[in-house]
Antibody, heavy 119, light 107 residues
Framework: EVQLVESGGGLVQPGGSVRLSCATS????????MHWVRQVPGKGLVWVSR????????TYADSVKGRFAISRDNAKNTLYLQINSLRAEDTAIYYC????????????WGQGTLVTVSS | SYVLTQPPSVSVAPGKTAEITCEGN??????VHWYQQRPGQAPVLVIH???DRSSGIPERFSGSNSGNTATLTISRVEAGDEADYHC??????????FGGGTKLTVL
């Protein structure tokens, strides 16, 4: 069974940093592109970033370029998202998601981790 | 940037048919994917590539895509179908794009 479990969210001060993790199981992690997608509670889904199987290729939404960094550790089957210079508008649920064979849609989602940026 | 527009809400009586639209410029030339998100839960893929049902999704769910509108159709609606539904495409300039989501209410 494919499982994606995010962690690392919480209350963070503006200007601070946070690293989100997504532990995966049930599939060969290194064979898949992975994404981070965020959602302000009650609003729509917004794609944030993706990374290829060996970590050599990354892409970001324009709104997060320069502040967000996606990475992965295939030995640990874990995906990461480093978020720096946090702003109030980064407050959202962050979902880890598996891409369906590099076709740019998601076949499995994690349950999400909430990041709240507030002083 | 590429924009997908969904109605904020759709209401339907049990047993009837619900249609949720997703509008975008020449969306018929793109592959559209649909996700169901029940309250407090993560999204679940229901339809991919316009009209292919994901594994385990009932036949009551179907999709179509032509011109500037893609449509998710849910036949014989049940109370358990009440959820938010999100459409998504990939665009060469905007990358992965989601619609704003539609809340389906079963009356």
């Amino acid at each position: 069974e494919v499982q994606l479990v995010e962690s690392g969210g919480g209350l963070v001060q503006p200007g601070g940093s946070v690293r989100l993790s997504c532990a995966t199981s049930g599939f060969t992690f290194s064979n898949y592109w992975m994404h981070w997608v965020r959602q302000v509670p009650g609003k729509g889904l917004v794609w944030v970033s993706r990374i290829n199987g060996d970590g050599s290729s990354t892409t970001y939404a324009d709104s997060v370029k320069g502040r967000f960094a996606i990475s992965r550790d295939n030995a640990k089957n874990t995906l990461y998202l480093q978020i720096n210079s946090l702003r109030a508008e980064d407050t959202a649920i962050y979902y880890c998601a598996r891409d369906r064979s590099s076709t740019w849609y998601v076949d499995y989602w994690g349950q999400g981790t909430l990041v709240t940026v507030s002083s | 940037s590429y924009v997908l527009t969904q109605p904020p809400s759709v209401s339907v009586a049990p047993g009837k048919t619900a249609e949720i639209t997703c509008e975008g410029n020449s969306i018929g030339t793109k592959s559209v994917h649909w996700y169901q998100q029940r309250p407090g839960q993560a999204p679940v893929l229901v339809i991919h590539h316009d009209d292919d049902r994901s594994s385990g999704i009932p036949e009551r769910f179907s999709g179509s895509n032509s011109g500037n509108t893609a449509t998710l159709t849910i036949s014989r609606v049940e109370a358990g179908d009440e959820a938010d539904y999100h459409c998504q495409v990939w665009d060469s300039r905007s990358d992965m794009v989601f619609g704003g989501g539609t809340k389906l209410t079963v009356l």
